[in-house]
DNA sequence: CCAAATAATTTGATCGATCAAATTCTGAGT
DNA sequence: ACTCAGAATTTGATCGATCAAATTATTTGG
């Protein structure tokens, strides 16, 4: 069972084969009576373009390049799985699609990147877990390849890099937004659940919620310092230093946190200590943040997405080509959105209102018999 | 920067193109020094071959096709991502990769596997979350598409049926395995938290449990129907059905889950009751039954993987054809991994000892300052 | 009506790799 | 030295779509 080709739509319409490939990719330029009945054989023989031939003849190939990460990263490791969906779904509304590559150091990413890239496979990469003197994008920049990342780079010399397109999260605005809500709902001591400095990210959020207990509360140096423990991104780690916060008699009355896991592990540890009232706001808006009902700061992927591709495709928005200096836009901050969940979710709490949800109609792995 | 091509290759090494061609892909017809003076070449040349050029020639894209399902899918959602790692590292193994698409229906997905198949864009595609009387199998069937799934169709017609390839998880065994394994710890009295009935992974799951019960311990079914709840696959849910069975007075002295959502929320519950010793298995080994120090059953999604890409090339190994009836294997169980936590790393319980643990060094949106 | 300009369509060629048949080379046997 | 068979290499062609130039058809203005 044969593919149709335009050689046989031709026959069928009668008309030559580029009218054909007019008729699809430019049918403005036909007259109407003409694309009527190429289009009326396009339907009789149920005709596709064949991709390879078309990405062989243009030269390009309308393909991003993502590398899966295998690291299980904790609770925010489904992230990336919905970063993933999102820039498919942005690539499939442009005609364009996501191929995965695994690697399994950074050696063998670059070594990766250049197969797909030599062997015409793909157009651009979008880079994630990046850091300031990355080797894939000196390479990438080196040879001319497409990239965008998804986060700064947080170097001095390289977050203004015309050549080094991103796109990121505005995390000292989203913790700020948060922080100012809770103050807003009456609270005068909002603790801060963070990393171990320095971290690029980290310290960016902390900075908005210094910002926002600075411009709300008049907080002193002093108070913040007394209200911010840093952990290392651990469920079990967060509630060993919140438990020690919480015991230290410095209590806060709410808490803002840089992961959804310090934030877990901030609850585990108010929980146990009777505090179960406490309001705690996580970062990432994981499915473990939705399970137990914590109010988190959502990374609004799908926009990061629609940033990503826009800043790949340039000004003229239809071709990926290597940016020169001054092409335009080269960076991109995403607001995020603070996504708020009542106390009644938290069955930790010793509440008993909870409503019968509707059941998980889906588990990737399981079926229902009809 | 135009890459090189064969013809600079022959030209260089002063060979035909077909013998460059050999080189790459038959190198045992050709000559020792023959085959020197290419080698030599092409990597002078840093030639690559052009995959596009190479799909449209051979007629077959070496591509396997995967729908990412958009449904965050609570605390199991993680799975999804790292079945399609193990997938596409497996494909890479074999010269082969890995094409995302996603569909907002299943009149979509069914759109789009056609589109992609009828672009000669993807050569099979390996679903997920099935069910009997599922449209996209019979349209793959009907239009003779190779496709595996991964998960049983459950249906007297259909499990059987050659034309319908899967892979999957025994669950049974792999309860079974962990309600032994309690029952050799000293459990006498191991309940078991599940979904309703009917359920095709459900009840397969809970048939191994019973079993181990009925073998073991001798359990009479007004034991078994004591010692076993079923709720929706949530949080919130479990952690209700869960405190109702435990206050009920038929304390259990373990719990066997099919799922690692119920088993947080049965660890919650359990906690809750003060019973901060019950040890409980869950499902799926997701990244919260890691954080929280949960018990839990692993799907050795890479096994399932392997076990895919067999049954898709069949006997001959070598490339994905539509299977004849009798063309050998179709179906394929996988025993899954009993992952045991130790209860000192469940804060939850009170305990305190908890040892400090490497650094989370990754996190996808996470940039670390040299 | 004719000529020029524009619109529409067609023809020649290309993209880069591999299939398949033809040709050449090499070694062994007589 | 010659012949034959098998190995090695080359040549002709193909895959299916689109680029680009050439040709044909149509419209407009004088």
Redesign the interface.
Known sequence: ?A?PTVEDVAREANVSRQTVSNVINTPSIVKPATLDRVQLAIARL?Y??????R??RQQK?STIGVR??????????????????AL??QA?ARSM??????AASPEDEIEQIR?LH????VDAFVL??????DRRIAWLIEN?VPFVT??????IDDMDDPKHLWV??DGRQGIKDATVRLIDNGAKRVGWVG??R?????DDRRRGWEEAMRERLGASEAELAALSVES??????A??TV?DMLRSGELPDALVCA?D?LA??AL??A??AGLTDLPIIGFDNT??A????LSSID?VLNRVAVATFELLLGREGNSIVVRGPDAGESHRLIRPALVLRTPN?L??Y?T?T?Q?????V?????????
Chains 1, 2 share one sequence.
């Open positions: 069972m593919q149920g596709r373009p064949n991709l390879s031939a990405r062989l190939s899966l990460d295998p690291i299980r990263n904790g609770i925010s490791g489904a992230m990336l799985d919905h970063f993933v969906h498919t779904e499939d699609r996501v191929l995965l590559f695994t197969s030599e062997g015409a496979d994630t877990a990046t850091a300031h003197g001319d998804f986060g700064r780079p947080w170097g990121d999260i990393w171990p320095p971290s690029g990210t980290g290392y991104d651990g469920v079990s780690e509630t060993e438990a992961s896991s877990l592990g585990i540890a929980s146990s499915p473990v939705e399970a137990v009902g990374q979710h069955p930790l010793g008993t909870t019968r949800t509707a059941p998980a889906r588990n990737h792995h399981r079926k229902e018999t009809s």
